[in-house]
């Protein structure tokens, strides 16, 4: 199997949009741009994150156990981006408050959920954490949509 044909296959599935974010031991922010987030379970609250080992803020949410997901509003490409950027100081600039425990929820997403870290898995390249959802709001906005690489708006029509 060649990765790029992959990589291309699986471009073909519709997402949203998030920025999963942390923080280190004295509270400073870090995130990054995730795709890989799904809801897995109502009784009890779980969803799931999967992230890259790669990723530089990767030793961050294995120690702090907590994570918020940012699910960005049709509006907030450029902060998709920013939080997909390396060598960065991605919260330059950007918006945000800390939520119930702590982490930074960015201002103008469409929706937040915190969660405390219940089980993480090797999931090859990435880490699967689950976390148990502890605080959730939502604003009523449009999505941010990625399909076949590229960053997508829904038709204008009411929901």
């Given amino acids: 199997m060649e990765l790029q044909e992959l990589r291309r296959v699986l471009g073909h599935f519709v997402t949203g949009v998030t920025v999963v974010t942390t923080m280190d031991k004295v509270g400073t922010p870090f995130g990054l741009t995730v795709n890989a987030f799904t809801s897995l379970s109502l009784n009890p609250p779980l969803v799931l994150v999967c992230i890259d080992k790669g990723a530089q ?20 490409e450029a902060i998709s981006r920013r939080f997909a950027s390396r060598g960065i100081e991605k919260f330059a600039g950007v918006k945000w408050h800390r939520g119930k425990l702590g982490v930074a929820l960015l201002d103008g997403a469409m929706g937040h959920i915190e969660c405390k870290v219940v089980h993480s898995y090797e999931g ?27 960053y997508h708006r829904l038709p204008r029509q009411e929901f």
């Fill in 124 to 150: 090859g390249d990435h880490t699967i954490y689950v976390g148990k959802v502890v605080n959730t709001a939502a604003s009523g906005k449009r999505p941010l949509i990625f399909f076949k690489g590229k």
């Fill in 57 to 76: 803020c990767y030793r961050c949410f294995d120690q702090s156990k907590i994570f918020a997901v940012n699910v960005l509003s049709e509006d907030q």
